[in-house]
């Protein structure tokens, strides 16, 4: 390999480590919010794809470390995956075990990520033969995810209802535009609706502030105190098998096993039934909130490896809830990658392989250590000086700026029309991956439909 490219995915990693470490712990990211648009960004400017893949592994790693540390101090999640341990973190810190809390959960991701990466590359390898049938059926395969992740929606009825009225929203904006000559009917707009439904929560309540009577209705607070507690400074190199019990470690690794063979399901939904499934043979309150963490931290690492590993190595295809979000850009990104042609049929097993090493294994290692050691620090500094609006309009104005160049000055009002039908949708219980399924499928859908 070319040492120059070599030293890129160094720096790729190290970028995306200490970005992510920060953005982690800044309350309300959404992983596919922020990851996403920036890995698209990435491969729309160039870049080489074993870089790209090395960024964004590096960067899910070390948000995935990071964005349990609100939980344990403060009682708020990073991001959506870190939501399901809001409770147990909340009953270590009652019992005054916050540093334990972040020390277990961190830890748990370690045995996470350890325990996937070899499981995901062999999962792949057991997969690949199979690639031709899955990329022949890939419409219909993501036509039955949307129908099943609808059902273990919180809104299923809705969330079945709503399958073809938006999959004709997004063809109806695609042939307004070819019809329009905004883009050429050899073209399929994809990322920028995509970035729309990522963005969709965001837009919905901005569009809302513009609403008199809603505004009134907002509770109105002042600023919110939040009271760190002191930890004791952990010297030398954190061991997570010496911080997890025996016990802990056996069943999140586990746990980790069970989430890459479920690597096709809702993320979060798994992360919260089996963590809480695993953690039930404990009737002390401390060490079944302990138990559970660790769990659910080892689940939300091993999905979000999984999810994007097994489908990109073996298949080429976004087939998982994590490949159709954060990790999008890596199958599809036009005109750079296409599902004919990206990071899967680019790159070699043994490129995936280095690319893993690099942006896991730097990733890990920083953002561990950094979080075990200096969690209360980087809170303190994270809540004092970066708001989390400024990060979440940093990402807005990215989509519309992407929105421009994938099809002029109108697609910046489609992306809208489509964030707020999808932000709406997703308030009143319609999952994320459900929408993302339909995007995929919606011109097979349409087609079968009007055939």
């Known amino acids: 390999m070319d040492p120059s490219l070599l030293i890129q995915m160094i720096i790729a990693a190290l970028i995306g480590t200490v970005l992510y470490t920060i953005i982690g712990v800044v309350p309300g990211t959404d992983e596919t919010a922020v990851i996403a648009p920036v890995t698209m960004a990435i491969v729309l400017a160039g870049v080489s794809p074993i870089v790209v893949l090395t960024f964004y592994l590096s960067a899910i790693i070390a948000h995935k470390l990071s964005d349990s540390v609100p939980v344990a101090v403060a009682g708020i999640p990073g991001g959506v995956m870190a939501t399901p341990m809001v409770e147990h973190a909340m009953i270590l810190k009652k019992h005054g075990h916050s540093e334990t809390s972040i020390r277990k959960m961190i830890s748990g991701s370690v045995i996470g990520t350890l325990v996937s990466v070899p499981i995901s590359l062999l999962l792949a390898g057991a997969l690949t033969p199979f690639a031709d049938w899955f990329s022949n059926y890939a419409n219909q395969i993501l036509f039955t995810g949307a129908v099943i992740l609808a059902l273990l929606s919180k809104n299923r009825w809705l969330s079945l209802l709503i399958i073809v009225p938006f999959a004709l929203l997004i063809q109806g904006l695609r042939h307004l535009y070819w019809d329009l000559g905004v883009v050429p009917e050899n073209k399929t707009v994809f990322t920028s609706f995509f970035l729309g439904i990522t963005i969709g929560p965001i837009i ?138 990206n990071i899967h049929h680019i790159l070699s097993t043994w490129e995936f392989v280095l690319a893993v090493v690099i942006g896991v294994g730097i990733s890990l290692f920083i953002t561990y250590v950094l979080i075990v050691k200096y969690a209360n620090e980087i809170c303190i500094f994270v809540f004092k000086w970066i708001p989390h609006e400024a990060i979440l309009g940093l990402f807005l104005g990215l989509v519309i700026l992407l929105a421009f160049i994938d099809a002029g000055w109108i697609n910046i009002a489609g992306v809208l029309l489509v964030g707020l039908v999808s932000g709406t949708l997703h308030r009143w219980g319609v999952n994320f991956g459900v929408q993302f399924m339909i995007l995929y499928c919606a011109p097979w859908l349409i087609s079968v439909i009007a055939g």
């Open 204 to 341: 919905v309540t901005l569009l809302e502030l513009l609403n008199k009577e809603k505004r009134k209705e907002l509770v109105r607070k002042d600023k919110k105190s939040v009271k760190l507690s002191k930890t004791k400074k952990q010297k030398g190199l954190p061991n997570p098998f010496k911080i997890l019990s025996i016990k802990e470690v056996i069943m999140s690794s586990i746990s980790s096993v069970i989430g890459c063979i479920t690597f096709l399901f809702s993320a979060v939904g798994i992360t919260t039934l089996v963590g809480e499934l695993m953690s039930k043979s404990e009737k002390d309150p401390v060490k079944r909130s302990s138990l559970a963490i660790a769990n659910m931290e080892s689940l939300a690492n091993s999905t979000y490896i999984a999810g994007t590993l097994i489908p990109l190595i073996a298949l080429g295809i976004p087939l998982s809830s994590v490949a159709l979000g954060p990790g999008q850009a890596l199958f599809n990104a036009p005109p750079v990658f296409t599902l004919d042609h």
